[in-house]
């Protein structure tokens, strides 16, 4: 069985900083390309980031490129996404998913003084 579980959300105040991580099991971790998505309230699914199978290769939505890195540990089947000087439009619930086809149950960022 295929698993993703994202964790790491939280609330945090603007300006502060949070790591989402991202368990994989259940599949090589090491061939698929992965992707962060958001959904914030009342709004639809939005792209935030993406990162090649071995790590070369990393992609941003311009709305959190220069604040979020997205990063992955191939040997330890995790995902991992930092993101720094959070907004509060940076509200949301964050998916992890391997190539659109595996998804986790999200983890939700709240940011809010």
């Known amino acids: 069985e295929v698993q993703l579980v994202e964790s790491g959300g939280g609330l945090v105040q603007p300006g502060g900083s949070l790591r989402l991580s991202c368990a994989v099991s259940?599949?090589?971790?090491?061939?698929?390309?992965m992707s962060w998505v958001r959904q914030a309230p009342g709004k639809g699914l939005e792209w935030v980031s993406a990162?090649?199978?071995?790590?070369?290769?990393?992609s941003y939505a311009n709305s959190v490129k220069g604040r979020f890195i997205i990063s992955r540990d191939n040997a330890k089947n995790t995902l991992y996404l930092q993101m720094n000087s959070l907004k509060p439009e940076d509200t949301a619930i964050y998916y992890c998913?391997?190539?659109?086809?595996?998804w986790g149950q999200g983890t939700q960022v709240t940011v809010s003084s």
């Open positions: 998913n391997a190539q659109i086809r595996y």
């Open positions: 259940g599949l090589t971790f090491s061939i698929y390309d």
């Open positions: 990162i090649s199978s071995d790590g070369g290769r990393t």
